[in-house]
């Protein structure tokens, strides 16, 4: 069984997302952040030598390491060596999450989570176009986490759905034999229907996966797991809201995160661009 943390996504409104985001704002899954226009970017970003701000890319769906057989996934395991590696960078002051994901892995999610929040860095999250369930998770590791008054927030929730392919099969002749252990050993097979017992076990473990979600998002945005609850429909909402409800501390994009961490820090933010990556 697996449980997702993953906020689905109409297929007609992930396509005008692409549209519409395509001219400049992507970002790239092997490549760094897209600014909006050239000269915007060569005020932020610098070489390995001088630069004091690390942005590490959360864009895609969350798993905790690479699959040769996966596609638009980003991975726990390399988030948290490049926190461990800035954390490790005495030039390094800040570090900034830059999160695009409909979510993923609870388990990654808790990975990035537990990696931001044992930095001894300064450390933001900043949600571009959505930062939902795993990796709104991940977010609540930083300190401070910026969004747009547009960006998808949350979406505090457990699935774990699949389609049932037993009337398909049926239509087209196709019997399936179970040949295993134990009852339990075919669960969620989507060639054999889902008996009581089964969905009792699975409902049991999503809703122990959705107290475990709730508890982290009020512990670490200081909020009463009663309020987090009543948010925890599995539903998103807007920047604007995401602030008014304590999800998110400011509105803003890179810009303002620049001169949040110019006042906090004391610096001028030169980001880390290097030829491998952040």
């Not at 803003?252 to 001169?259: D, L, Q, Y």
Request: charged fraction near 25%; include cysteine; hydrophobic fraction near 40%.
């Amino acid at each position: 069984m697996k449980i997702n943390f993953y906020k689905k996504v109409n297929p007609w409104v992930a396509l005008l997302v692409i549209i519409l985001t395509v001219g400049g704002f992507c970002v790239g899954f092997f490549g760094g952040p897209r600014w909006v226009n050239d000269d915007e970017q060569e005020a932020f970003v610098s070489n390995a030598e001088d630069c004091n701000v690390k942005i590490i890319p959360l864009t895609g769906a969350l798993a905790t390491y690479y699959d040769i057989t996966d596609s638009g996934y980003v991975y726990s395991d390399e988030i948290v060596s490049q926190v461990e590696d800035a954390n490790k960078n005495e030039r390094i002051k800040a570090i900034v999450l830059e999160i695009d994901s409909y979510g993923g892995s609870p388990v990654a999610g808790e990975e990035v989570l537990n990696a931001l929040k044992n930095s001894g860095k300064e450390t933001v999250a900043l949600i571009r176009q959505a930062g939902l369930s795993a990796a709104y998770m991940a977010a609540i590791g930083a300190n401070t986490i910026f969004a747009s008054k547009f960006s998808d927030v949350g979406s505090i929730g457990v699935t774990t759905s699949y389609i049932d392919n037993v009337n398909k099969n049926k239509t087209e002749g196709l019997v399936f034999n179970q040949l295993s252990s134990g009852k339990y050993k075919d669960m969620m097979d989507p060639n054999k229907p889902l008996t009581e017992e089964e969905k009792a076990l699975i409902m049991r473990d999503i809703e122990l996966a959705h107290d475990d979600f709730v508890n982290l998002v009020a512990k670490h945005r200081k909020l009463s797991a009663d309020k987090v609850q009543q948010m925890a429909d599995g539903s998103s909402m807007l920047g604007e809201m995401a602030l008014k409800n304590g999800l998110i501390d400011k509105i803003g994009g890179m810009n303002e995160v620049r001169e949040y961490l110019k006042t906090e820090l004391g610096i001028d933010p030169i980001i880390c661009k290097e030829e491998t990556g952040y």
